[in-house]
């Protein structure tokens, strides 16, 4: 009896530290410790942490877009124009009006990323065009578009009531590592207890399949998109509360990190698979990662391979997990 | 009687003889005569037609010069036509706040002129070079010259290439790029042998045979860095550098020229080098990590774009005026952070005229021959709070 109490809990352990973001979990916790010993003043000290946790919001928030679409089965490679649109044409907008109310902008940033989502969702679902392709051309036009708008130059947008996304605190707590916090939790409520989030994954493992039980793949797919395209509005809210500007270049090279995230999270390129909680130890480790090159002074050009070397090893645990199936 | 009459007759024949034979060497003399009047005759028609010639020569001579006086007259009014619908170089004004580096000759191009000017355009300093390169364009359009302002999405020396490549697969007649780094030299010396004139502005290409540089002296650029630190913190102190890329040529030398300063301060303590490729947000982040990990940070040196962000980060962490902030191009993206002090030196290479002068230079080669001296560096000119205004009152209406 209790050799097979032990057989149960052994196997539920194997199960437990077989999930990628299990793995990801120690390997923060290690590098933490890491740093509790080799920083001892500067890293474990509240300030830093609630400053990797705010750089690793952005990361997260957008990761968990890119991961429901990369679950979906797709791709998303126009997160970051996508930001820099929206937020450049509410403080053009803003500008030209000699200000405008915050609710006004708040509402334009998200009019952009929710019609940036439904264009990609229709050109890949209903016109049926790869989601690299659609996503690539979208990317273009979007950074396109905030040139125009902005001349290349950021445009000052200064302080209100909606800087608070972005340069706010609760305590010690910055207000963005709230968002982040209910994003994951909404996110995870989703796709756990809903029947539509759960219907994401069933697209994603075989869309065929789920057209045939009645699932309508095409509404998920833009769904997803159109999930993905307000998550980077609320990436770009926080960024012009941060900076208290707009400019064309902002969330670029975004699309690589929001990828990066979910996929060292355990979120499965080939679709179907993946947690939201994976997507955010994802986002939290490639910001620790940051904190821990400028901690200990990793030489600039060791950061970026440290960083590749982080993702090929995540993705190649994915890999290796499932030839062993 | 008889006798007499006969004698009378003979000499009367004989004389008849003599004159008939007179006569006859007469007619020989007439004869000869009319030969030589002949002759004459046909001398005077040759003169005369030679006279003639000259005189249809020199008609035509004289008609050719008065074609080549109307001709000349012509084009002489047509220079003055297109004079009148160009503006003269003298009589372009400058936008506000800027110098104008060189002036287009007055001389409209007889054919066509295309002209490529390249550069990465979505960062301040490079939008600020685009409103120079626009502003060629403008000055230019009515000398029958058509520049092309063309976008590079980032400093990646693969995109520059393909820009390149296309340029002269397009057969501009003159490129002007931003020499980001020597990966660009084969497709510039591709461009030079298919006869298009090259200038490299910001970065250079000295191992190609382009025809000018123009921008300021990245490594003496970081030179006035290194010297700013020192002078900010006599009694030494830790201090960061955050570089766009350490891929790109100018931001290298900006870094090198810094540190060759810096390192010959035994009392300075460099804490780390970060890549944030040009972007606010990243520098916001790594600025923000840097005070974190290294409380006592006095100085923080920001060699390409995003320094907006390190300012913003230093002010939401309290340590304005506390850290000294070093950075490059007085644009309106800091303009606010140097009047209130964050930003405390700014090293501005005037991007404006390294997008106008190039091009107004390779017009003015093209078409009237002149050629520009080789190496056109600019002084830098170091704004800080206090002359901020004054240098650049332009950015503060």
């Given amino acids: 009896m209790q050799k097979s109490g032990n057989k149960v809990l052994g196997e539920k352990l194997k199960y437990f530290f077989s999930q990628q973001e299990i793995i990801v979990v120690i390997l923060i916790l290690i590098i933490g410790l890491f740093l509790c010993f080799a920083r001892p003043d500067s890293f474990p000290t509240t300030l830093n942490l609630f400053n990797i946790l705010k750089q690793a919001s952005q990361y997260a928030i957008l990761a968990v877009g890119m991961g429901l679409v990369i679950i979906a089965g797709g791709i998303d490679l126009s997160v970051g124009s996508n930001i820099a649109c929206g937020i450049c044409l509410a403080a053009y907008i803003n500008e030209k009006a000699g200000g405008i109310s915050p609710f006004l902008v708040l509402l334009l940033i998200f009019i952009v990323g929710f019609v940036f989502g439904l264009i990609n969702g229709i050109l890949i679902a209903k016109v049926g065009l790869p989601p690299f392709i659609a996503t690539m051309g979208m990317l273009s036009v979007g950074e396109g578009v905030a040139l125009l708008l902005s001349n290349g130059s950021p445009i000052k947008y200064g302080e209100s009531w909606i800087s608070v996304f972005g340069g706010g605190y609760l305590g010690p707590v910055p207000v963005q590592v709230i968002v982040m916090a209910v994003v994951v939790i909404l996110a995870w409520i989703f796709t756990k207890y809903t029947v539509v989030g759960r219907n994401i994954y069933a697209v994603g493992n075989n869309p065929r399949a789920a057209s045939l039980t009645g699932i309508n793949t095409s509404r998920i797919s833009i769904l997803v998109y159109v999930i993905c395209g307000l998550m980077c509005s609320l990436v770009g809210l926080i960024m012009m509360g941060q900076l208290k500007q707009a400019g064309p270049s902002y969330g670029s090279g975004y699309e690589l990190d929001a990828i990066a995230a979910a996929v060292i999270g355990g979120i499965s390129m080939s679709g179907g698979e993946g947690r939201i909680f994976g997507v955010t130890v994802g986002a939290i480790l490639m910001a620790l990662l940051r904190n821990l090159f400028v901690q200990i002074a990793v030489p600039g050009y060791w950061q970026t391979v440290v960083l590749g070397l982080v993702i090929i090893a995540s993705v190649s645990v994915d890999a290796l997990r499932k030839h062993r199936r | 009687m008889k006798r007499i009459k006969t004698i009378v007759s003979l000499l009367l024949t004989v004389l008849l003889l003599i004159s008939i034979v007179g006569c006859s060497g007469k007619s020989d003399d007439a004869k000869k005569d009319s030969d030589d009047k002949k002759e004459d005759t046909k001398k005077e028609e040759v003169v005369e037609e030679k006279a003639e010639e000259k005189a249809e020569e020199k008609e035509e001579k004289e008609e050719e010069k008065a074609e080549e006086k109307a001709e000349e007259k012509e084009e002489k009014e047509e220079a003055e036509e297109d004079s009148s619908d160009f503006t003269k170089g003298a009589d372009i004004v400058a936008p506000e706040g800027k110098v104008l580096r060189s002036l287009p000759v007055d001389q409209k191009a007889e054919e066509k002129i295309r002209i490529a000017s390249i550069c990465v355009q979505n960062n301040p300093w490079g939008a600020a070079v685009v409103v120079g390169q626009e502003f060629a364009k403008e000055v230019l359009a009515d000398r029958n010259c058509v520049v092309d302002v063309i976008a590079v999405k980032s400093f990646d020396a693969m995109e520059w290439v393909s820009a390149i490549d296309n340029c002269t697969a397009s057969g501009y007649d003159a490129i002007c790029i931003f020499g980001v780094s020597d990966e660009l030299n084969d497709s510039v010396n591709k461009a030079i042998e298919a006869g298009i004139e090259i200038y490299t502005f910001n970065g250079d290409l000295p191992d190609t045979e382009r025809i000018a540089w123009y921008g300021m002296d990245d490594y003496a650029a970081g030179n006035v860095a290194g010297e700013a630190i020192v002078e900010a913190l006599p009694d030494g102190g830790k201090y960061a550098i955050i570089t766009g890329r350490f891929s790109v040529y100018g931001h290298e030398k900006r870094r090198t020229g810094c540190r060759d300063i810096t390192d010959e301060v035994e009392s ?95 017009y003015n080669s093209l078409v009237a021959g002149v050629v520009p001296q080789e190496m056109n560096a600019y002084d830098a000119v170091i704004a800080n709070p206090d002359n901020v205004k004054s240098l650049f009152p332009e950015l503060y209406e």
């Fill in chain 2, 268 to 362: 300075l303590n460099l804490v780390g080098e970060y890549e944030n490729d040009d972007d606010a947000d990243t520098a916001y982040n790594l600025t923000t990590d840097l005070i974190n990990a290294n409380p006592d940070l006095s100085a923080l040196y920001v060699t390409a774009g995003g320094p907006g962000g390190a300012a913003q980060a230093i002010i939401d962490a309290g340590k304005s005026g506390e850290i000294t902030l070093i950075c490059h191009d007085v644009l309106s993206a800091v303009a606010d952070y140097i009047e209130d002090g964050t930003i405390s030196v700014c090293i501005d290479q005037d991007p404006f005229n390294q997008g106008y002068q190039p091009v107004v230079d390779a």
